[in-house]
């Protein structure tokens, strides 16, 4: 259930955190950022723990050291210590609470300097807000966009208050510049109301083929130019929200270095979003988490600069129950393309997250299709009607269909490597 208060992982938490946090909020484009933010701060030195969500493959991987997921071990005896917190003083606290509070313990007992925190659902009342200020070196809010909105207000503007909820007083705040201006001047209302510190819009200087990367001016840095970062025609937003960050830390860090930041930013990976996986049998598959009709914009836009190339596309779908999959339809589908109607399985750790069925998906697509349950059928499917047609194949709509997918390949990797 949710449940958006912040009294149980206060409870949950210890007094103080003996580390300093980056904390981001969005709609869009706030695990790239913490991508790269982690990423440039591990390159520089720094010992970096990273929290997002939701996982991709295992329970614990939502949760890094240094770009690294832990290991099971030390995420069980992590929740084992924050499972006994909440028995002890009957919280009850909610799943998201749990595993934040147990993100936050893996951080402590770790060591970490710096913990990189994605905000899981709005920002104002999310469990990771239990920040305290003194712990919050810089917040971030990426691009706003229409995302759950019975949880946050039906427009921009009303979801927008909510993701600048994470102001803390006397903490910067840096804000896409790419967001209406609208949301802007709403960010800037909450950060005034709160007495919160300087809000930096970040915005890059486009180079004139976007593929050919982008640069960022900040105080800190300078002019610092980035000839590879994340693919997608928004990363380079997404890259200026967290370059501005570091810029309003690096007082505090000497380490940090233009060089290395634009060295780290090259190096960066953040699977399953705009991602090309190798499926056996069946050749390059592209995949996107792309849940929220601003995203799958993104995605359409990606896939017709540099995937489609006038063919025909083969999409496999599955949808999270609550999402709009008339809407995901019209965005992603083009004239002429077909699609694989399928479902994820269980989430583990959520047991509210559901896929709709099939069918849902199916009376939407006007075009040819099919209804594929099993998710890799649903793939193999595709992959061979794309073969005889000389089609793409894509497969988006829900993270948690592009983590069924990461677990089976992962799964032919070891049994490969049993059988070499």
């Not at 990367?213 to 997404?238: D, M, S």
């Not at 099939?358 to 349950?373: F, G, R």
Request: net charge neutral; hydrophobic share 45%; aromatic share 6%.
């Amino acid at each position: 259930m949710i449940d958006l208060t912040l009294k149980r992982i206060t409870q949950l938490l210890p007094p103080t955190l003996p580390w300093s946090a980056i904390h981001v909020a969005g709609t869009n484009g706030k695990g790239s950022v913490c991508a790269y933010l982690s990423t440039s701060l591990t390159a520089a030195g720094l010992l970096v723990g990273r929290f997002t969500s939701p996982h991709l493959i295992d329970r614990w991987d939502c949760i890094s050291i240094n770009n690294a997921p832990i290991a099971r071990a030390t995420f069980v005896a992590a929740e084992n210590a924050v499972l006994e917190t909440n028995a002890r003083l009957r919280l009850h606290a909610t799943e998201f609470e749990l595993l934040t509070a147990t993100a936050f313990e893996v951080f402590t007992r770790a060591g970490v300097q710096v913990g990189v925190v994605e905000v899981g659902l709005g920002g104002r009342q999310d469990a990771t807000n239990a920040l305290r200020p003194e712990n919050v070196l810089v917040s971030v809010v990426t691009r706003v966009g229409l995302d759950h909105q019975g949880f946050l207000g039906g427009t921009l503007a009303a979801i927008a208050g909510e993701k600048a909820g994470i102001t803390k007083r006397g903490v910067p705040l840096v804000v896409d510049a790419d967001n209406p201006a609208d949301v802007v001047e709403v960010v800037r209302g909450v950060v005034a109301r709160a007495e919160g510190g300087e809000v930096v819009l970040a915005a890059p200087e486009m180079e004139a083929d976007a593929r050919e990367g982008c640069t960022i001016t900040t105080p800190a840095f300078g002019t610092l130019r980035f000839p590879k970062l994340l693919p997608g025609a928004f990363q380079p937003h997404n890259l200026a929200c967290a370059v501005n960050a570091l810029s309003a830390i690096a007082p505090r860090f000497p380490q940090l270095t233009g060089r290395g930041i634009v060295a780290a930013v090259a190096n960066t990976k953040w699977p399953g979003r705009l991602e090309h996986l190798e499926f056996p049998g069946g050749g390059k598959v592209l995949v996107d988490g792309a849940h929220n009709p601003q995203a799958q914009r993104e995605l359409r836009k990606y896939l017709d600069g540099h995937v489609r190339a006038g063919r025909k596309v083969w999409w496999v779908l599955a949808v999270t129950k609550g999402k709009d999959v008339a809407g995901m339809v019209e965005e992603l589908v083009a004239e002429g393309d077909a699609v694989v109607a399928t479902r994820f399985g269980k989430v583990d750790g959520m047991p509210w997250i559901t896929a709709v069925q099939t069918s849902d998906i199916a009376e939407c697509v006007k075009q040819e299709k099919m209804e594929v349950e099993d998710c890799v059928e649903a793939v193999r499917s595709a992959c061979r009607k794309a073969k005889e047609e000389g089609a793409a194949v894509v497969v988006a709509g829900s993270l948690y269909l592009v983590g069924d997918l990461h677990r089976y390949l992962r799964g032919r990797e070891t049994e490969d490597q049993v059988t070499a």
